[in-house]
């Protein structure tokens, strides 16, 4: 009992008491079908045994009455005819004797008595009815007459009396039987109340060890755990009742430590984060007021620094024109530097200006629809692909969301681009696609210049960045820098394809309208898309670099020519450099 309250498991006790029960209910089960098979052989001897023997009796005795009437009658009237009662009277004596011998096996006593019954008949036929029989064959019906005296009454009376202390005794035998069928099913019964009780007795113990042994110690876990819940995180909980239960107790509590030291951890980080966000608000305030220096300073850049410089070059331009060839060469080689260099630094403030302007001077996102940029873009490097003999084309483009300005300025860099760093021994080919990757549209601008060697790939989208001196080729260094900036702003990403086999190729994405990703046949992303008909003119981008002009492919079938001019398209950038 000591092991029971220390170390048993609930399953082991609970496994204990079912075991305990089960053996029970299997002994008086046991019992049961012990008491239930003696029940029925007892049923069976009354049923099958004892009734028809009392039934065989009384045929037994009508076999006999019906022998001793014809005997009589035979001798009164000596017609032969009256013996047939005899005969038939024997014949079912015989059978019923035999019948009888069978059923009584298990009863000597009244095999007994029907032996009784069987020798005082035989004596009775061989003392009296077989005598009367051949008298009267031999003598005649007087004879016979005369030996029917009450002496051979008095025989048959006792053969009478032998069946019925036959009936006396089978009557005795069926009541005994009939009383141990009441006592086997009266022990049967107490057997049934016997497993109901034991039953109701183990159900109750049950139900009593369970309250002990699971419902307190349950509740009481229970209700420390609703404290713990309730934001109480010191509160040690302790377990009871089976070793289940406070191991069950110990984890919960385990858990409700490693709970509290995660909450300390996070009270702490909260006040880090409080303290940094203290930070970050001063930053920001501090980043505010620095935007609005720049603001400033970028107003002063386009106003007041730029007067001055206008009329530096101005004056410089009318100091090369007025006295060119009437100083010395190197006099005018001076003139010349300083005309270069005012206009260079006029380029290099407008194209500051302009990537500084992107995603702070915002219209807003709308509809924009790429063929009609690609028109416009076309438009604005018309000279520079005339003199080039430069060609443009674009397969059908999506329509996105975009600002429609930033992105004509986007694609008109990348043309300029493609145009400006040309093969001296080829025409350039500019040709601009689109393929649905993911979510996300893919743009390729794909042209047969000089190329990009795979190590300069991302120092070119590096402002102020230059690969080529400005003799070669010339620009301030900032187009892709803006190209990136307007992808990124609008949610986007650039890079140079360097897989690409002849040529450049730069891919930038834009995102696609839930419209264009849900009718997206199910292919690969990676495939591009085919059977589009180019549709558009070809365009090249004016920079302010020294871009050659080109010319315009003609429209195919199914193509559009676009050729409006817009104004202001390019958001106040007309710069397009590397």
Partial sequence: MTAYREGWTLRRRVVALLGVVLLLLLGLAAAEALVAEKNRQNIDAVLVKTAPLQLQSQELMSALLDQEAAVRGYAVNGDRKDLAPYDSGRK???DTVASMERLATDY????????VVEQRAARWRADVAEPVISTIERSGPEAGQALVTDQTRQQFDGVRAAVDQLQAEIGLVRQQTAERVSSTSNLLVVLLIAAALVVAVAGALL?????????RPLAALAGQVREVAAGDYRHHIEGSGPPEFRRLAEDVDGMRQKIARELDEVREARERIEWVNSQLQKQ???LTRSNRDLEQFAYVASHDLQEPLRKVASFCQLLQRRYAGQLDERADQYIAFAVDGAQRMQRLINDLLAFSRIGRLTTGFTEVDLNKVMGDVAAQTEAARQFADAELTWDELPVIRGEEPLLTNLLANLVSNSIKFRRPDAPPKVHVSARLVGDEWEINCQDNGIGIEPEFADKIFVIFQRLHSKDAYPGTGIGLAIVKKIAEYHGGRVWVDTGAEEGTAIRFTLPAPPADVEAAPATDGDEPAAGEESTGDPAVTGDGAEAAVGRQP????GETTQGEVREGTTGGMKETVG
């Fill in 92 to 94: 079912r004596e015989r």
């Fill in 108 to 115: 000597p006593d009244v095999r007994r008595e029907l032996a």
């Fill in 207 to 215: 139900l009593l060890s369970l309250d002990r042994i699971l419902i």
């Fill in 284 to 286: 920001a305030e501090e």
């Fill in 554 to 557: 003609d429209a195919g079938p």
